[in-house]
């Protein structure tokens, strides 16, 4: 079994782009993730951000500060290139084009499976005119069974993740509240305290007797 994954993941074509073997171009890099253009674009920007990790697909996220850094860190490469591209490619788009409207309506999106194209983790980043087919078009629009808003699922494994640490908080303080109780000396009320072995308990016992036997 672990051959097969090994494989599997080897011959990744994303694998290969993420670990430097491809003669594909990639546009930018950070640490865990890297930006290249879609060798067959479907908008006028057409950008794939992809995990140097290989994870499969969306559904392989997990509602863990790891893999929400992790997104984080996809969605925001993907930001910056766009941004980049829109500064330097500004001959592609006519001078009446609004770069601040591009960039709100521009699309954040990842495939839902079994609509992946991949077996990779690749967010879409799509923005300008749509040049691919006009029902093609749906694929990549957040609000539909294809495609899931990258903004969207962050807010979803954000809100998991804070959910299982309140889970977890109120488990453990329920946990110390019942130890608590349990080593709580009832008879005396006083948590930890036994008056007949406290060595002040005893001193003020011994001393009482002491005064009993002269009187």
Not at 71 to 99: C, H, P, R, V, W
Not at 159 to 167: D, E, G, R, W, Y
Request: glycine content about 4%.
């Amino acid at each position: 079994m672990g051959n097969g994954n090994s494989t599997k993941k080897n011959s990744c074509i994303f694998c290969e782009i993420g670990n430097g073997n491809s003669d594909q171009f990639v546009f930018s890099e950070t640490v865990n993730t890297v930006v290249f253009k879609d060798i067959k674009p479907d908008a006028e920007i057409h950008l794939l951000v992809i995990p140097k990790e290989h994870i499969v697909s969306i559904k392989d996220l997990k509602p863990t500060l790891a893999h929400i850094q992790l997104l984080d860190e996809i969605i925001q490469s993907g930001k910056q290139a766009l941004t980049y591209l829109l500064e330097t490619e500004k001959s592609k788009f006519s001078s009446s084009t609004n770069m601040t409207k591009i960039i709100e309506e521009s699309q954040f999106s990842f495939h839902i499976p079994p609509h992946t194209s991949v077996n990779h983790l690749h967010l879409h980043v799509l923005a300008g005119s749509w040049t691919g087919f006009k029902s093609g078009y749906f694929l990549f629009h957040r609000a539909t069974y294809w495609a899931k808003d990258a903004y969207e699922l962050l807010n979803e494994l954000k809100a998991q993740f804070l959910q299982h640490s309140q889970q977890y908080n109120q488990s453990y303080e329920n946990q110390l509240n019942f130890q608590n109780f349990e080593s709580y000396d009832h008879s005396h009320n006083h948590p930890h305290l036994n008056p007949h072995s406290h060595p002040y308990h005893h001193c003020e016992c011994q001393n009482t007797n002491s005064n009993s036997s002269q009187n």
